[in-house]
Every structure is written in structure tokens, then in C-alpha cells.
């Protein structure tokens, strides 16, 4: 099973990725690992990889691409994989169809926005144990501080909600637009790839099992 999860922040992406990688028994595929890792280990392509970053400047689709060609040719890929954050843009999706990348399926996770904005910016941290409550959905016992200690509570900086507004602007504006690619091409006669849309507002569980039902076309 070869995986494409698509969804905005804070739609449960991570979380549904470890499902799907138990279930079908495939790797997730992260760009941001495959970057690190190729730097330490300090292959050519890596090597190139720690140039660019050194510099400041962004690595190319046209790399990314290649450790995506070398990672999925490993031997834990033998029975498919998982992309996690991966494509972004119209770009490296083409990217990945010129260099022949065969996908099985394109799973969508929707969440409405507000929803995701109540959700991230909700959260609330005890930084020293890394505890995390939800002002609505599990809340501290007394507002504000940790139940175990009793010292505050913090909001992380990538939990406010400008921040999380602005990530879903980023998001509609770089990667919403790989829905409508992927949902064209599912579409086109005698295509190969299918593509699940699945609501992700609920049970995580629920959510899991029906994503699941619709790759096993049950």
C-alpha cells in the first residue's frame, strides 16, 4: 500500500499515519528524517543536502526527489509506504509522477478550519513534563496550573491562534490545491490511484476504521 495523507494542520494527520503504518505493516516517510539522515550519513546527495542548508538557501524538489527515489527503494518499502508531509505543492507532486513514483491512494482527512483553530489553540503545556491538557476538551483540574505540580500552564508560540491561522493560510495556498490534483487524476479513465475523503472531526478510532474500510474497498 503506497500512501499519500493529505489534511490541514491540526487534522490528526500524525496520528492516523501510525494506524495506517501498523495496519499495512509499510514505513512513514518523512522529507525532514530523509534530509537528516542523509546528511549524517554523508552520501553524495546528503553532502549536497548540507551544502545548500549551510548556505541558508531551500533544497530543490529535484533532491528531494532523488532521496524520495532512494529511500523508497529500500527494503522496508517492499510492501509500500507512507508519505508524511510529502508533496507540498503542485510542483513535487509532478515531480514525483515524472519520476515514475507509483501511488495506490490519496487519503484526505477534513477538518473544518475553526474546528482546527479551537482544537491547536486550545492546548495549554506544563513545560518542564512536557503534560499537555485542553482548555475544552481536558481540561487541568484547576484552570491554569498542572495537576501534578501545580505550576502554570503555558501556551505554546505554534498553538496561539494568529499562528495557527496563518499555517492554514500557508496551507490553502501551497498544498490545499494537491487536492484537486489528486482528485483529477483518481477521476481520469483508467486511472490507478484512488482517493479517500474521510471526516475527521470524532473518535480518533472511528476516524482510523473508516479510513481503513474505504482502502480495503469494504
Do not use: W
Amino acid at each position: 500500500m503506497k500512501l499519500i495523507l493529505l489534511g490541514p494542520p491540526g487534522a490528526g494527520k500524525g496520528t492516523q499515519a501510525q494506524f495506517l503504518c501498523e495496519t499495512f505493516g509499510i514505513p512513514q516517510i518523512s522529507t525532514g528524517n530523509m534530509l537528516r539522515e542523509a546528511v549524517t550519513a554523508r552520501t553524495p546527495l546528503g553532502l549536497e543536502v548540507k551544502a545548500v542548508m549551510d548556505s541558508g538557501g531551500l533544497v530543490s524538489d529535484e533532491i528531494i526527489i532523488a532521496l524520495v527515489k532512494d529511500r523508497i527503494a529500500a527494503d522496508d518499502c517492499a510492501t509500500g509506504f507512507l508519505f508524511d508531509g510529502f508533496p507540498r505543492t503542485i510542483p513535487q507532486a509532478e515531480a514525483l509522477v515524472s519520476a515514475g513514483v507509483d501511488i495506490n491512494s490519496v487519503v484526505e482527512i477534513q477538518v473544518d478550519e475553526e474546528e482546527i483553530v479551537r482544537r491547536i489553540s486550545g492546548r495549554r503545556v506544563h513545560e518542564p513534563s512536557n503534560r499537555t491538557y485542553h482548555i475544552i476538551f481536558s481540561p487541568p483540574k484547576v484552570d491554569g496550573v498542572d495537576d501534578e505540580t501545580g505550576e502554570a500552564l503555558i501556551q505554546r508560540e505554534d498553538d496561539r491562534e494568529e499562528t495557527v491561522r496563518e499555517r492554514l493560510r500557508v496551507y490553502r495556498e501551497q498544498t490545499e490545491p494537491l487536492v484537486s490534483f489528486y482528485r483529477a487524476k483518481a477521476d481520469a479513465h483508467g486511472s490507478t490511484i484512488s482517493y479517500v475523503a474521510v471526516d475527521g472531526v470524532g473518535n480518533v478510532e472511528d476516524v482510523r476504521d473508516v479510513i481503513i474500510k474505504k482502502l480495503r474497498n469494504e
